[in-house]
Nanobody, 122 residues
Framework: QVHLVESGGGLVQAGGSLRLSCAAS????????MGWFRQAPGKEREFVAS????????AYADSVKGRFTISRDNTKNTVYLQMYSLKAEDTAVYYC???????????????WGQGTQVTVSS
């Protein structure tokens, strides 16, 4: 099991930017496909972005494509989500996830962080 700790959430005005970080335990971090998901109040958790173990492949939800960038530093066992041009509808709890996989119904993961709140004021 992978232990994940997110940081970097907070309150930001619409149009602003924020960077989330997720520190992971384990010596095999570089083998994990990592991802970010989010859950807004009253809604189901949804996929945001994923990145392969080497960092060479990324995937994004249509709603964040062009505004968010996922990256990772395997020397620090850390994955990042840089968010630009934030909108009120980006307000959610953001979860870091490890061992992400794509199913016909969408993205899932086996290990989850506790989440960090991102609030975008309009």
């Amino acid at each position: 099991q992978v232990h994940l700790v997110e940081s970097g959430g907070g309150l930001v005005q619409a149009g602003g930017s924020l960077r989330l970080s997720c520190a992971a335990s384990g010596r095999t971090f570089r083998t994990y496909t990592m991802g970010w998901f989010r859950q807004a109040p009253g809604k189901e958790r949804e996929f945001v972005a994923s990145i392969s173990g080497s960092g060479g492949n990324t995937a994004y939800a249509d709603s964040v494509k062009g505004r968010f960038t996922i990256s990772r530093d395997n020397t620090k066992n850390t994955v990042y989500l840089q968010m630009y041009s934030l909108k009120a509808e980006d307000t959610a709890v953001y979860y870091c996830a490890a061992n992400c996989y794509l199913m016909p119904t969408g993205w899932g993961a086996t290990d989850w962080g506790q989440g960090t709140q991102v609030t975008v004021s309009s």
